[in-house]
Every structure is written in C-alpha cells, then in structure tokens.
C-alpha cells in the first residue's frame, strides 16, 4: 500500500504520520549535506580540544550554519568555567642511535613545551616500591625518560572493522543479569596502583627530567590519546610528555636490555590559552508549531570536543553530524513540530561530560541534591549519538520500560533501513545522555554498529575523515529526525521512570 495511503493509520496506540516520515526519508537520502557538515567539523575545523583554537572554529560554522537553515536563538551558551585551551605548534621525536628512526607520536594534552630541542641517552625507570626511587635520585637531571607500554601489542587475528550480527543484536535485546567482577579488593588496587604512579611522576618532576616518551595502548602505528587532566587553572607545571605507539618504545627497550646505547632527539612546542576559561555549548531551535505544546521541548544532541591527536570524526564528529543533518532535515521538509525541537553540540565531554551536566544543571536541575527547576518538567526527552560512525541498529531503554512499545512503532516504519532493529532495556553509559537521565529526563543513546570505533579510532590517531562511513550517517539521521518528529507530534510526553530507578 502506498505510504501516502498508509498515512492516516494508527499504529496501535501512536498516532504515526507515515507521509511525514516519507518526506524525511527522501530529504535524507535524496538531499543529504552530511558530506558537506563532515568537511567542515572535522577537515576545516580539525581536532577540537574543549576550548582549543579547533573547538572555537567548529562553534562559529556550526551557529552560522545552523542559522542560515532557519533554526533560532543559535549560539555558543556558556554551561560554567572549564580551564585553559591549549594548542599543538610543534611535535617532533625520533631515534637517532644507534640508527635513525622517526617516530609516531603526539604530546599528551595540556603537556608543557620542552626547552627547545632535546636530545640524549634514553633512560627506563624501574620503579615499582619506595626503595626504587633512592638509585634515580640526583640522576634524572636532563633526561629524557622512556616507560614502556602496558599491555599486549600482539597479532590481532580478526577484523578491524565489524557490525552487529543478528546473535549479538539478540544477545542485547535478552541480556543477562549483570554481575560486577571489580571487587572491593581489585578496586583498592587500583586506587593504590593510580596513587603510586602519580608519586612517581611527581619524583620525576622533582628531578627535573626534560621529557617523557611514553608508550601507550594501540597496535600497527595507532596510538590511543589521553590527558593530564592540566587543563584546569592553576595547574602547577609538569614535564612535557609525548605518546608514541608501542612498538616504537619496545623497540628502544630491546636495545636497552641488550646493552645497546639508545639516543633521541625531540621537541615539543605548545601554548595555553588563558583568555576565556568558560566552557561552551552550541544550541539551537525550532520552534514550536502549537500554540500550547511549543512550551515542552525535545532536544538532540552530541560531543563537539574531540581529542588531539587527529581530527575526531567518530569521536563525535559523527554524532554531531548526524545531529545538525537532523534539525536541517526537518527544516528543509517543511515539517512543523508542534513542540520545540532543540539541538545541542556538547563541550567538554571528553573531560568528564561537562558541557551536557552544566547545561543540565543551569536549565534542569541538580543530579546531586536532586532539586529540580521548572524547565524539568517541560522537556519529553533527549537523544543521543556518541559511539562512532556506525548506523542505527536500535537503541537503549536506558531502564525505561515504559517507552518501549512506543519505540516498537516509531522503527516500525523505518524496518527498511534499520536491519534487525533491537530495543534493549539496558543501560549504556559514557555519553551525554546520562546527563539528562541523572536528572529524571528520558534520556537515550541508540545503538550503532561498532565498525573500527573501539579497535582503530576512539581517541587515536587515526581518527580521521576517511573513517567515516557516510552512508551510515545519512540513515542515522532519517532515524534520529523520525524520532524528534514523532517526539514532538505526540499528544503526551514521552513517559518517565521515577527517580529512584535510577
């Protein structure tokens, strides 16, 4: 039957506007920009460090484009003070002896400059008890300090790159009841593993070392980033840090071990930026259609920060892609929802979800005291995309039963581009959706196909445009628009869980 006929039908308690959904469909696949947002987030912009250089340029394209499609009130929105920028200006290591062999590596985020050009003998710590720092003290003036990787950096045996099959799609739809393997003892471990590293780098700092090379997790020339943490203000000066893959490190330690004499040379050069600590958010609308329902709000969004060490497109490039694609589809149709529809670019995220729980707490409400604002109550729910390029599969329930039947009905028109669609009443965490859920609000992150996202680009490197499957984001988008729509057409409000579900 045609959709134009099929579009007066209800589908059990939801009243769908199939012609509605035709006419996102066709603006997604037919009229897509997503290779045009692509280029301009991750290309133009480059890596984008919560309030980096890269960050502010990706804020200005996206409220200037997200204005000229027509959505209102677009702008950056400080959620609360998040520290200083810092920017990359120079990064160069390389072996020079007993060979010459250039590196594959990138100073840790926020890290210092080194005092110009470094170069010397290679030093391994050996420290694993107190005793040990007694045979480095008064020896690490200058040097430059190598610590090896941990972890396997064997042959991997399978692929790269993989989607959901239909047995583990069904596996998440049916889990098994969760049991925690941390234990109480292997948790005090960890704290006292954590707090023993941090004494050693502080001893390293103390003897005035010029730099370290670290090697860290990944495998065939990807490299995993990481920070730290010297973005807030006042942070005291530390020694510059370079992570470099494994195997460059493991190579300079099988030398060392076999008495031969290892030499680098390096320089790293980078600069804070101290002018404005705030962090910020983008956000935009459409508004309302009816008189009386435009006063709730269903909002979408993902992380527009990103790590350094390439240009984030699946972390979360992507999502915030498939984000604007979404607003500027419902645009583009002529659709009019009748609650406002608001979309947020996240900053922060990467640091501790900051953008998304300062926003939250300035509009919503407090996730600690649990004290609840007005607006609270008048937004049915939150949307999410955060893990990486790979299409929609389902989504995450996120412990709310009550929202399934209506999820059940709102795929149900979109079975043709959304293989074997799987609602599971689990929860998913590490995004910006835990956010809104903290608060009581309908919070949702779907499921996507995992494609490289853990094994090749979440926080590498390699994190890079051609790791973008741009199909797969053309039907995230007709999902995520589909689901905003139907949102904002409903007589109700999505269903909550009470509090104390959570």
Not at 48 to 61: F, I
Not at 101 to 120: C, D, L, N, Q
Not at 233 to 253: F, H, Q, R, W
Not at 362 to 380: A, L, Y
């Amino acid at each position: 039957m045609p959709a134009l006929l099929l579009a007066g039908l209800t589908f059990a308690q939801e009243k769908i506007d199939l012609d509605a959904i035709e006419k996102i469909k066709k603006e997604g696949f037919d009229n897509s920009k997503v290779e045009e947002i692509a280029f301009q987030l991750v290309d133009k912009a480059g890596p984008r460090l919560s309030n980096s250089e890269g960050y502010k340029r990706a804020t200005d394209y996206a409220v200037k484009q997200l204005s000229d499609w027509g959505l209102q009130n677009a702008t950056t929105e400080a959620w609360g003070e998040f520290g200083r920028g810092w920017e990359m200006e120079k990064s160069y290591v390389a072996m020079t002896k007993p060979y010459y062999m250039p590196f594959i590596a990138i100073p840790k985020a926020w890290t210092e400059s080194t005092k110009g050009e470094v170069s010397g003998k290679v030093v391994f710590l050996d420290i694993q008890k107190d005793e040990d720092f007694e045979k480095y003290k008064g020896k690490l003036k200058g040097a430059i300090i190598a610590i090896k990787p941990s972890g396997s950096q064997a042959p991997t045996f399978e692929p790269d790159a993989v989607r959901f099959t239909v047995e583990q799609l069904h596996g998440m739809e049916h889990p098994a009841p969760r049991q925690s393997s941390f234990t109480p003892e292997m948790r005090a471990q960890f704290m006292a593993q954590r707090a023993f590293a941090q004494k050693v780098n502080e001893f390293i700092a103390e003897e005035g070392a010029a730099l370290i090379i670290k090697g860290v997790n990944g495998r065939h020339g990807t490299l995993f980033t990481s920070s730290p943490r010297g973005y807030l203000k006042d942070t005291p000066e530390g020694i510059p840090e370079l992570e470099t893959s494994p195997e460059n490190v493991n190579l300079m330690a099988r030398l060392s071990e076999n008495g031969v004499e290892v030499e680098v040379e390096a320089e790293v050069k980078t600069k804070y930026l101290n002018d404005d600590m705030q962090g910020y958010n983008v956000i935009a609308e459409i508004p309302g259609s009816d008189p009386t329902l435009k006063a709730e709000v269903v909002m979408l969004g993902g992380h527009l920060d990103s790590w350094h060490g390439a240009n984030g497109a699946t972390d979360n490039a992507a999502g915030c892609i498939v984000m604007m694609e979404a607003v500027r589809i419902l645009q583009a149709t002529g659709l009019q929802p009748k609650r406002t529809v608001r979309i947020a670019l996240w900053g922060g995220e990467e640091q501790g979800l900051h953008g998304s729980r300062g926003y939250v707490k300035n509009h919503f409400g407090d996730r600690e005291t649990k004290e609840m604002k007005p607006e609270q109550e008048k937004i049915s729910a939150y949307y999410n995309i955060d893990n990486g390029t790979g299409r929609v599969r389902g989504v995450y329930l996120q412990g709310n039963a009550q929202v399934e039947p209506i999820f059940n009905e709102w795929f149900a028109p979109l079975d043709d581009i959304v293989e074997d669609r799987t609602i599971t009443i689990s929860n998913t965490g590490g995004t910006d959706h835990l956010s809104f859920d903290a608060v009581g609000i309908p919070g949702f992150q779907f499921i996507q196909d995992p494609i490289e996202y853990r094994s090749r680009t979440h926080h590498t490197n390699m994190d890079t445009f051609e790791r973008l499957e741009l199909d797969d984001l053309k039907q995230m988008a007709v999902v995520i628009a589909s689901f905003v729509y139907n949102t904002a057409q409903r007589d109700e409000m999505l269903p909550r869980k009470s509090m104390t579900e959570e």
